[in-house]
């Protein structure tokens, strides 16, 4: 259980630089294992999420080390293809390891992943993925287990556009013979990013960043080095922080069209935001006014995992916002933690109707998933007073030293565990 513990008010000043991406580090941990090979990955976060794949990874029979923002990884002596229970239950992204697992052994097993509880989150995507490739998929209450003695490129067409489906297709993809089309993929960044990891480990894939993915082939190389793209959730969180509280900040080293669209909002709501090639300023006078709808989408529609953070950002915005969560039915958990603020918002089904208030009073507030949990430090940063957030950890799953990083800025912040 960590605490956050925060005196709110401050203006936030000064610049930062962001984070690499945990959606984007955390298949290519997974990946890592398909070639058998020397990986080198740069600009990786220090979070919970990676310091449990590094774990799966040893369990495995690699060797997977991190020191600070570089990981090494050696999946030569790949020895077992059995991923422990309580390993799968600590992440959601430990399903990516399923594909990755049958490219390279022809066979795995694991049990269903855990994660933030946002709610049904099926993997039954995932493994009609793997038996659209060839694979006997058999499932019981305490384990999954894939098998395939031979893997075969066909045609895959996804209901919608899951990014962890089409990172699981294209991870097993690499194992099969033949080509594989993937049709309604993702195509966030992070996909992107996988495939150029893919492509340097051996892949001959193509299409990325649209909805059709073509993978063709893989002859492995044995060395590869790569650096994760900067992550747009966190510095879309900074962004939302130094809206709300009013400040001066720049974000160094990101790729500011990845998140296009909160500076959009942002600058909607009354904010000065000015984009470069790699930074973003943002200034804020803390008196913001309402964007009207916001309605989350796949990308590269308004993000699910953003919509808690400009909620938290338009708190005290003059006049109505409404937002409409398309992707997880239980996005809204925040809901009733900003209320203990002083926030004023009414849920109608999908929408969350936020009615801006003058002042919000500092709490205590409790994280019940990873973004609602970084929602809630913005509302303490912008509230009058004292408040603490109590945090099951799941906080420290996406952001690496975040206190600090909000004290460099000039926020009252303390992380105590």
């Avoid at 799966?56 to 422990?84: F, M, T």
């Avoid at 953070?309 to 996005?331: V, W």
Wanted: hydrophobic residues 40%; aromatic residues 6%; neutral net charge.
């Amino acid at each position: 259980m960590a605490l956050w513990h925060i005196n709110g008010g401050n203006r936030l000043e000064g610049a930062c630089t962001v984070q690499g991406s945990k959606n984007a580090v955390l298949p290519m941990l997974a990946a890592s294992v398909i070639a058998g090979a020397d990986t080198e990955l740069m600009n990786v976060p220090v979070l919970s999420d990676v310091d449990v794949s590094l774990q799966i990874l040893r369990n495995l029979g690699c060797q997977a080390v991190q020191s600070g923002n570089d990981v090494y990884i050696n999946s030569k002596n790949l020895s077992d293809n059995h991923i422990p229970c309580e390993m799968m239950k600590s992440m959601r992204s430990s399903v990516l390891f399923m594909g990755a697992l049958l490219a390279r052994c022809g066979e795995v097993h694991m049990c269903a992943p855990g994660g933030c509880m946002l709610g049904e989150r099926p993997i039954d995507i995932h493994l009609d993925v793997m038996r659209k490739l060839g694979a006997d998929v058999r499932c019981d209450d305490s384990e999954i287990v894939c098998r395939a003695e031979k893997l075969r490129g066909t045609r895959i067409e996804l209901p919608f556009r899951s990014v962890g489906a089409t990172e699981n297709a294209m991870l097993a993809a690499c194992g099969a013979e033949g080509t594989t089309e993937i049709y309604g993929a993702a195509m966030e960044p992070e996909i992107v990013d996988l495939q150029e990891y893919l492509r340097k480990l051996g892949a001959y894939m193509s299409g990325a960043g649209t909805d059709r993915i073509v993978i063709s082939g893989f002859s492995p190389d044995s060395h590869v080095g790569h650096r994760v793209i900067p992550d747009r959730i966190v510095a879309s969180t900074i962004l939302c922080a130094a809206a709300s509280c009013g400040g001066d900040i720049e974000l160094i080293g990101v790729a500011p069209q990845h998140f296009s669209q909160i500076q959009l909002f942002l600058n909607t709501a009354g904010c000065d935001i000015i984009s470069g090639k790699r930074n973003v300023r943002l200034r804020s006078n803390g008196k913001l006014h309402h964007t009207g709808r916001v309605i989350t989408a796949p990308y590269p529609g308004f993000p699910t995992d953003v919509q808690p953070l400009l909620m938290a950002a338009l708190l005290k915005a003059e006049g109505d916002t409404f937002f409409t969560e398309n992707i997880f039915e239980r996005r809204f958990a925040h809901v009733a933690e900003f209320r203990r603020f002083g926030a004023d918002i009414e849920i109608c089904g999908k929408t969350a109707r936020v009615k801006g208030v003058k002042t919000l009073k500092g709490t205590n507030a409790f994280a019940a998933d990873l973004r609602g949990g970084a929602a809630l430090l913005i509302a303490g940063l912008e509230s009058e007073g004292k408040s603490v957030v109590h945090d099951k950890d799941y906080i420290c799953r996406g952001y690496e030293i975040f206190d600090r990083k909000l004290r460099a800025l000039g926020a009252d912040i303390v992380m105590e565990i």
